[in-house]
T-cell receptor
Framework: GQNIDQPTEMTATEGAIVQINCTYQTSGFNGLFWYQQHAGEAPTFLSYNVLDGLEEKGRFSSFLSRSKGYSYLLLKELQMKDSASYLCAVTDSNYQLIWGAGTKLIIKP | TAGITQAPTSQILAAGRSMTLRCTQDMRHNAMYWYRQDLGLGLRLIHYSNTAGTTGKGEVPDGYSVSRANTDDFPLTLASAVPSQTSVYFC?????????????FGPGTRLTVL
């Protein structure tokens, strides 16, 4: 079967750094996405990785290791507005997105 | 640019009734998708369309039907609603299903079936 695992909830302090992990087992791999979803809102795109390594975009970075079936999203200089759920999704061999349940990130002042 | 819109925003529906959730995009995207999102579960694909005139079944298609008569519109119909279809429904679109094409999401429809 296909499976995406992420922690259910994480807590971090404003100004700090947090790493949200995602492991996956899918039938094929054609890329991994991270999306942000604020409560009551739609998911919005954060990053896309298809090759191994780190992709940096401002305060957010995403890492991929295809051999390990592993990715992480790194958020630096946390702000209160970063309180949201972070969704990991993998594109399988049929180019369908398989979604994790999401990690709820709580930022404390 | 409106992007992708959904209607209604929310709805309470009696079990056994039918309903159509509307979705329209103005980005001229080829691919469109319908997901449901339930607490503790990831987004689950109901139906998708790679291009106008074609549709396909996703992970949880039973009880739902779709049509794609043109590029912009992708309505989702519940023929006879059941309480287990209570969920938040998101429509999304992307330029294509290939590669790193991100999906853009509508604001969602919150549906309660009683």
């Amino acid at each position: 079967g296909q499976n995406i695992d992420q922690p259910t909830e994480m807590t971090a302090t404003e100004g700090a750094i947090v790493q949200i992990n995602c492991t996956y087992q899918t039938s094929g791999f054609n890329g991994l996405f991270w999306y942000q979803q604020h409560a009551g809102e739609a998911p919005t795109f954060l990053s896309y990785n298809v090759l191994d390594g780190l992709e940096e975009k401002g305060r957010f970075s995403s890492f991929l290791s295809r051999s390990k079936g592993y990715s992480y999203l790194l958020l630096k200089e946390l702000q209160m507005k970063d309180s949201a759920s972070y969704l990991c999704a993998v594109t399988d061999s049929n180019y369908q997105l398989i979604w994790g349940a999401g990690t709820k990130l709580i930022i404390k002042p | 640019t409106a992007g992708i819109t959904q209607a209604p925003t929310s709805q309470i529906l009696a079990a056994g009734r039918s309903m159509t959730l509307r979705c329209t995009q103005d980005m001229r995207h080829n691919a469109m998708y319908w997901y449901r999102q339930d607490l503790g579960l990831g987004l689950r694909l109901i139906h998708y369309s790679n291009t106008a005139g074609t549709t396909g079944k996703g992970e949880v298609p039973d009880g739902y039907s779709v049509s794609r008569a043109n590029t912009d519109d992708f309505p989702l119909t519940l023929a006879s609603a059941v309480p287990s279809q209570t969920s938040v429904y998101f429509c999304a679109s992307s330029d294509s299903t290939q590669g790193g094409n991100e999906q853009f999401f509508g604001p969602g429809t919150r549906l309660t079936v009683l």
